[in-house]
């Protein structure tokens, strides 16, 4: 293999895109913090000295918030940095989009991680050559190899007649500001690719998630004289049993796309706080939790079933009838999003997958929320998730994504460029 590759078949530089990796996962993007920012500038920077046209701006969170679209926000933020960079054709092509978010989730446990989580690492995981970092797979991976194969086309000096945007965004995690922004921005594409763990499979829809909070009120008691208050952790059961026969209701018949998972809309619990005092009656509860929401649901239909599943559980309860539980919608609303499979992106995908590889990618519906229902949704791209590293990898403790796989989605993205640009 060449090592700029020539204009029919640009190469990519592996050893460039595994350094600008570690790179990444070397700064600590969690969400809300400052290295969130601080990721967008070293690519808007890297990308400049590279020579792509690159436009960076400062988001404008107060206005962005107060639009009725806004996809929510969980975490404080008083800043964030939008980036693109082009790589642009002669006008006559289409626009392609390769979106990919730069914030991670934290590292959770440190003790479940066999090293720092943001000192990168390349180790043998599962017999395969990988790197392990907190954001390896979701989706600093993704976003390296959407660069290295911008940075193969450009340097193999194919002429262009569609562009190339590359596109990292903020936020992603906690609702998807950033590409919120993008959209508010005006950058429009025919088509787009966000390179999230698929293990290089096409995913061309997402169920949605909604994040709520259930706040149950009792009357505190000492605990020696139980019988005279009302707690709200045993309160909180038969709420609880309703959600769980809400959620086998929602998955009872699921759209084809979603049958490779045993539980395509999860409805689950993730927070409980209730009782400040060993020995008082708890008269407080909140817990928060993530609804599921199905292909083709709107976000209201979702939100309404939850609701009237917790109002029919006080309905039935002496004291829950007349001190209902109250369900807040707050933090991240992500929609459940769909690119129909007959457009063109899933074929230029797929087709530019088997060019490469030989292999035929699966298509299928992914159980989680992605910037995908607001690409295809609010902004009307039609797009696709496809990338390295697997979901199950994603915000687990030493997060790997296989060496090999990048570099296959890097040159699938480089066919791709070539095919619906070139
Ligand atoms: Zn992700």
């Given at each position: 293999?060449?090592?700029?590759?020539?204009?029919?078949?640009?190469?990519?530089?592996?050893?460039?895109?595994?350094?600008?990796?570690?790179?990444?996962?070397?700064?600590?993007?969690?969400?809300?913090?400052?290295?969130?920012?601080?990721?967008?500038?070293?690519?808007?920077?890297?990308?400049?000295?590279?020579?792509?046209?690159?436009?960076?701006?400062?988001?404008?969170?107060?206005?962005?918030?107060?639009?009725?679209?806004?996809?929510?926000?969980?975490?404080?933020?008083?800043?964030?940095?939008?980036?693109?960079?082009?790589?642009?054709?002669?006008?006559?092509?289409?626009?392609?989009?390769?979106?990919?978010?730069?914030?991670?989730?934290?590292?959770?446990?440190?003790?479940?991680?066999?090293?720092?989580?943001?000192?990168?690492?390349?180790?043998?995981?599962?017999?395969?050559?990988?790197?392990?970092?907190?954001?390896?797979?979701?989706?600093?991976?993704?976003?390296?190899?959407?660069?290295?194969?911008?940075?193969?086309?450009?340097?193999?000096?194919?002429?262009?007649?569609?562009?190339?945007?590359?596109?990292?965004?903020?936020?992603?995690?906690?609702?998807?500001?950033?590409?919120?922004?993008?959209?508010?921005?005006?950058?429009?594409?025919?088509?787009?690719?966000?390179?999230?763990?698929?293990?290089l499979?096409?995913?061309?829809?997402?169920?949605?998630?909604?994040?709520?909070?259930?706040?149950?009120?009792?009357?505190?008691?000492?605990?020696?004289?139980?019988?005279?208050?009302?707690?709200?952790?045993?309160?909180?059961?038969?709420?609880?049993?309703?959600?769980?026969?809400?959620?086998?209701?929602?998955?009872?018949?699921?759209?084809?796309?979603?049958?490779?998972?045993?539980?395509?809309?999860?409805?689950?619990?993730?927070?409980?706080?209730?009782?400040?005092?060993?020995?008082?009656?708890?008269?407080?509860?909140?817990?928060?939790?993530?609804?599921?929401?199905?292909?083709?649901?709107?976000?209201?239909?979702?939100?309404?079933?939850?609701?009237?599943?917790?109002?029919?559980?006080?309905?039935?309860?002496?004291?829950?009838?007349?001190?209902?539980?109250?369900?807040?919608?707050?933090?991240?609303?992500?929609?459940?999003?769909?690119?129909?499979?007959?457009?063109?992106?899933?074929?230029?995908?797929?087709?530019?997958?088997?060019?490469v590889t030989?292999?035929?990618?699966?298509?299928?519906?992914?159980?989680?929320?992605?910037?995908?229902?607001?690409?295809?949704?609010?902004?009307?791209?039609?797009?696709?998730?496809?990338?390295p590293?697997?979901?199950?990898?994603?915000?687990?403790?030493?997060?790997?994504?296989?060496?090999d796989e990048?570099v296959t989605c890097a040159r699938t993205?480089?066919?791709?460029?070539?095919?619906?640009?070139?």
């Amino acid at each position: 293999m060449t090592q700029a590759g020539s204009p029919d078949d640009p190469a990519i530089d592996e050893g460039a895109l595994v350094a600008d990796l570690l790179d990444l996962l070397r700064v600590p993007s969690m969400g809300g913090t400052p290295a969130e920012a601080e990721v967008q500038d070293l690519l808007a920077g890297r990308w400049l000295a590279e020579g792509l046209e690159v436009e960076r701006w400062d988001i404008d969170l107060a206005a962005l918030q107060a639009d009725p679209h806004f996809p929510g926000m969980e975490v404080a933020r008083t800043s964030a940095v939008g980036v693109t960079a082009t790589l642009a054709g002669d006008g006559t092509g289409p626009v392609l989009l390769l979106n990919g978010h730069t914030d991670v989730v934290p590292p959770g446990d440190l003790g479940a991680w066999t090293g720092d989580p943001f000192v990168p690492r390349r180790i043998e995981v599962e017999g395969r050559d990988s790197i392990v970092a907190r954001g390896a797979a979701d989706m600093k991976a993704g976003v390296a190899a959407m660069w290295a194969a911008v940075r193969a086309v450009q340097q193999a000096g194919v002429p262009l007649r569609g562009s190339v945007v590359l596109a990292p965004v903020s936020g992603e995690e906690d609702g998807g500001l950033g590409t919120f922004a993008l959209l508010r921005h005006g950058v429009r594409a025919d088509m787009c690719v966000i390179t999230e763990p698929s293990e290089l499979d096409i995913v061309p829809a997402n169920g949605g998630a909604l994040t709520f909070r259930l706040t149950v009120r009792g009357q505190a008691a000492h605990a020696s004289m139980r019988t005279t208050g009302v707690s709200t952790i045993e309160k909180f059961y038969p709420v609880l049993q309703a959600l769980q026969a809400l959620e086998d209701l929602r998955n009872a018949e699921v759209d084809p796309l979603m049958h490779r998972w045993p539980l395509a809309y999860p409805l689950s619990i993730g927070t409980i706080h209730a009782g400040d005092w060993a020995s008082t009656v708890p008269d407080l509860l909140v817990a928060e939790g993530r609804l599921g929401v199905a292909l083709g649901e709107s976000v209201d239909d979702a939100r309404a079933a939850l609701e009237a599943a917790v109002a029919d559980a006080c309905a039935s309860d002496g004291w829950l009838a007349t001190h209902p539980v109250e369900v807040t919608w707050w933090g991240g609303q992500f929609a459940s999003g769909r690119t129909p499979a007959e457009a063109a992106v899933v074929g230029a995908v797929s087709a530019a997958h088997a060019t490469v590889t030989g292999r035929v990618p699966a298509v299928y519906g992914g159980p989680y929320g992605s910037d995908l229902r607001l690409l295809a949704g609010i902004g009307g791209i039609p797009t696709v998730q496809f990338g390295p590293g697997g979901v199950r990898a994603a915000h687990a403790p030493d997060e790997w994504v296989p060496v090999d796989e990048v570099v296959t989605c890097a040159r699938t993205l480089v066919r791709l460029i070539l095919d619906v640009c070139g």
